[in-house]
């Protein structure tokens, strides 16, 4: 069977997949941020020398880390509004949801570069009297960030391309304006291929620039 | 937010789940089992030094890990009836896409493992004359596999929870049919957090063997 592609209605809506693509970026952009501080949140709370902060912080970055994404996405944008009582935009739920989730994942990320630090660095810090707080805040965190730069990138690409389930809340970002077009021009193939080949150069770009990043810190400790 | 949680109407369709639950296992296994066999091609054409197995294996892992895997799955559920004219199911279209997402994560850890071995291995078989196939059977894959174990069972999470996404092209899996309960029963909140609570206890263990298996391969090494 041959098909006959035809581009013409990809060009013609190119705007709109760009305006999607944008919003990918948007929501990535501060799920990412908010991640960031939820995960070292979390993190910190798991290595905190009472169970009573450790706990909490374990139940929820494992709950995170072991159920579905998608299900996150719906029980932040139809469940937390009964419980609250506010209703949430579909891009507050997105975010909310992957904020949380890869918040998790982030406070793993940062758990790992936080316990590599050398034993000495912990002792040398309470033997000159520092506090656990005092003691991560100018010691441990200082030293473990630059460890754990590639690892909170890879993690972040992934973020990036879970975005693309907030098309299920109709959220306009890339792979809903593509849903929308699609039924409009009936041309789903060149459609998703095209959003396909979007998402693959922004990835892919992002990755080059990390192998760049990775060398020039490995360059940097090796010195 | 004095709401009364009705968790009774949600088990009372537990039935549904389950039959969602049963395709959602079945996906995993599907996926995952064919993933395991194929990434192995796949990883030693990644490892080859010739250029072309190398430049079509690099490209198409490439090509799956930087796209989402529900583009992935809406792709596969409309490209393959518009270039092959053969119309698969959407559970058809959805095993094929998980498959190749997850083939593609696998074939790096292929890669990696086989790598790990010293090239003493490699040239003491050849040196006794075993053959490429002999020689990956008999001594390169048993002992690479106890290294990539931890990393495999880290893909199979993964792929458990991208199951998922299936829901979206109509694959009637776990996640599916909780949406249609929330509608049947007005309850989102309770049926949600319910099919949470089941997707951690499905995939929990592989966490925790995971975690184990790294302990004792890193106990074993030292």
Known sequence: MQYVWDFRPVWLNFGVLLEGLVNTLKLSGFSIGLGLVIGLVLALGRLAPTRFLSLPATVIIEFYRNTPPLVHFFWYFYGLPILTGISLSPFAAAAAALSVQSGAFFAEVFRGGIISVERGQWEAGRAIGMGHAQLMRRVILPQAFRRMIPPLMERSFELVKTTSLAATLTYGELVYKAMVLATQTYRPMEIYSTVAVMFFTVLFLASLGMRAVEHRLARRTAR | ?222
Request: positive net charge.
């Open chain 2, 1 to 222: 937010m004095n709401y009364s949680f009705q968790f009774g109407e949600i088990l009372a369709n537990g039935d549904l789940l389950l039959r969602g639950l049963k395709l959602t296992v079945l996906l995993f296994v599907l996926a995952f089992s064919g993933a395991l066999m194929c990434s192995l091609f796949i990883g030693l054409a990644r490892g080859s030094s010739r250029r072309l197995p190398n430049l079509i294996a690099t490209a198409y892992i490439e090509l799956f890990r930087n796209t989402p895997v529900l583009v992935q799955l809406i792709w596969f559920y409309y490209a393959l009836p518009a270039l092959s004219g053969w119309q698969p199911t959407a559970f058809t279209a959805a095993a094929l896409g998980l498959f190749l997402n997850t083939s593609a994560y696998c074939a790096e850890i292929w890669r990696a493992g086989l790598q790990s071995l010293p090239a003493g291995q490699w040239e003491a078989g050849r040196a006794i004359g075993m053959s490429e196939w002999q020689l990956l059977r008999r001594v390169v894959v048993p002992q690479a596999l106890a290294r990539m174990v931890p990393a495999f069972t880290n893909r199979g999470v993964e792929l458990a929870k991208m199951t998922s996404i299936a829901s979206t092209i109509t694959v009637q899996e776990l996640m599916y049919e909780a949406k249609m309960l929330s509608t049947q029963t007005f309850l989102p909140l309770e049926t949600f957090t319910v099919v949470a609570v089941i997707y951690f206890v499905l995939i929990y263990p592989g966490t925790l063997a995971a975690y184990a298996l790294e302990r004792r391969l890193n106990s074993k090494g030292a």
